[in-house]
């Protein structure tokens, strides 16, 4: 590009000289100078759409060695009684993760987009939830690693989903409309963009996302409710349950639940609905989760 720019400023002043047309040769300069700045524009363009895609095949990369990592260690636990293995794991470990971690500058840098940088930021804290499970001295079970790998999984083919997108790489079907716009933000877009992460699905989780209402009261709310239902546990898939209290205000507060399957919600709620006469909860919705 550097020497076509050359040759035409150089047949430009030429031409101009030929014709003594000056004119001619200031409008053939200020072309030059235009196209130019457009050439370098679209350098800076095609250099950052390059940048990202690379970027996009590192997080990929990364993430995947420090899943690796975790799987690694979980192995050393489960063989037992060799702690030098086990500290040379968690080494490792913490290896892989400071790869992962070195890229969080790049991707910030390269993509405004609040949702890959908010879904970076959960594969971040996903690896290390997942390695804080498996690090005890003591084996976890091996159903409760692979619920957490798919966990952390997930994250990591969303963020790239969402990151490729921008990037330019199409890892969706086209004839597929992806965009959603002008509708009511859900609790599921706010999961998207928020920096926070969703609790872990081996954990129980319960909370109150009620407009107006104080955290004394909150408290008190989920101190009553807690009980009846935080030792649950699906007897199929051994997984506990999410549950959130949701309203604009304390006189309509709607119950969210986020379980593994149908039945096992069927049964959060009704011990939910235990001396319940006279709380001003509804039931809204069920969302299984199938993950
Ligand atoms: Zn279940």
């Known amino acids: 590009m550097a020497d076509l720019s050359l040759v035409a400023v150089l047949s430009g002043i030429v031409d101009a000289l030929e014709e003594v047309s000056w004119t001619a040769a200031l409008s053939g300069i200020a072309g030059i100078a235009v196209g130019a700045v457009l050439n370098a524009y679209l350098r800076y363009r095609a250099d950052r759409a390059a940048a990202r895609k690379e970027l996009v095949e590192a997080i990929g990369v990364v ?7 975790v799987i690694d260690l979980h192995a050393v636990v489960v063989a037992g009684n060799n702690s030098a293995d086990r500290w040379k794991a968690i ?46 001295t003591e084996p976890v079970p091996d159903a409760k690693v692979e619920l957490a790998q798919s966990w952390v999984e997930k994250q990591l083919s969303d963020t790239i989903s969402f990151a490729s997108t921008i990037a330019g790489i199409n890892l969706t079907d086209p004839s597929r409309p992806i965009f959603i716009g002008f509708r009511r933000v859900t609790r599921q877009d706010r999961k998207v963009l928020s920096f926070g992460d969703e609790p872990a699905p081996w954990e129980f989780h ?5 407009g107006g209402m104080e955290d004394k009261d909150s408290q008190a709310f989920l101190a009553h409710n807690k009980p009846k239902v935080e030792s649950l546990m699906c007897t199929v ?52 989760r199938s993950t």
């Open 63 to 69: 993430a995947d060695q420090c899943i690796a990592a």
């Open 91 to 136: 080494a490792q470990y913490r290896r892989e993760y400071a790869s992962v971690i070195a890229l969080e500058v790049r991707v910030f840098r390269e993509f405004k987009d609040r949702r890959v940088r908010a879904g970076f930021r959960k594969i971040t804290n996903r690896l290390e939830r997942f390695r804080n499970l498996v690090a005890d």
């Open 206 to 210: 319960m909370e109150t996302q009620v």
């Open 237 to 288: 898939h051994n997984r506990p349950a999410h549950i959130y209290f949701v309203g604009h205000d304390r006189s309509n507060i709607a119950i969210e639940l986020e379980t593994c399957c149908e039945e096992f919600a069927r049964q959060v709620e009704k011990k939910l609905a235990g001396g319940r006469k006279n709380d001003g909860l509804r039931e809204k919705s069920q969302k299984p």
